[in-house]
T-cell receptor
């Protein structure tokens, strides 16, 4: 079973709209959660860590639902520059040093 | 803001040749990693390195791969005898710690094996 699963998309969203992605993780012992974004042929870049109480960074809001084992990312007032692949990561306690990435969700913001 | 740097940005080599990919992690980071991404596929973990030794490696990281921290700043990935299927983007990353610490990636080396 994959450690994380995401809808690969693509999500085609008009500029200015709100878009949300979910990501489910398989291991209930996961302790740390992150969202990364990856532009085409570029390195993954940390978008935000996900905290138990949920957290917000500007137009981005991340939520964690431990009971249902998913994390979510909400993007408000989407910009053309938000077009990218969004990768969720769940790190289990005592788990690998290295992060395991899924294929991510591809987002396309349309003008 | 400190960043991870990788050289070269693009390496072309012939099948069977050895290549060395170089990385300079962020200076106060303790954990170092190599990942690869074949075109159109996901980012795959290769190896992690801590305290001058490999702490974990994936099944991809077979005997043709090796890593080294030859001095206090560089972290290298060597592929001894390259195959066509080694063609990929190779990313180096570093982190302050493990688990809760996010990874910071370099901008990658594109390896093309002909």
């Amino acid at each position: 079973r994959k450690e994380v699963e995401q809808d690969p998309g693509p999500f085609n969203v008009p500029e200015g709209a709100t878009v949300a992605f979910n990501c489910t993780y398989s291991n209930s012992a996961s302790q740390s959660f992150f969202w990364y974004r990856q532009d085409c042929r570029k390195e993954p870049k940390l978008l935000m860590s996900v905290y138990s109480s949920g957290n917000e960074d500007g137009r981005f809001t991340a939520q964690l639902n431990r009971a249902s084992q998913y994390i979510s990312l909400l993007i408000r007032d989407s910009k053309l520059s938000d077009s990218a692949t969004y990768l969720c990561v769940a790190v289990r306690r005592g788990g690998a040093d290295g992060l395991t990435f899924g294929k991510g969700t591809h987002l396309i913001i349309q003008p | 803001e400190p960043e991870v740097t990788q050289t070269p940005s693009h390496q072309v080599t012939q099948m069977g040749q050895e290549v060395i990919l170089r990385c300079v992690p962020i200076s106060n980071h303790l954990y170092f990693y190599w990942y690869r991404q074949i075109l159109g596929q996901k980012v795959e973990f290769l190896v992690s390195f801590y305290n001058n030794e490999i702490s974990e490696k994936s099944e991809i990281f077979d005997d043709q791969f090796s890593v080294e921290r030859p001095d206090g700043s560089n972290f290298t990935l060597k592929i001894r005898s390259t195959k066509l299927e080694d063609s990929a983007m190779y990313f180096c990353a570093s982190s302050e710690g493990r688990g809760r610490s996010p990874l910071h990636f370099g901008n990658g080396t594109r390896l093309t094996v002909t």
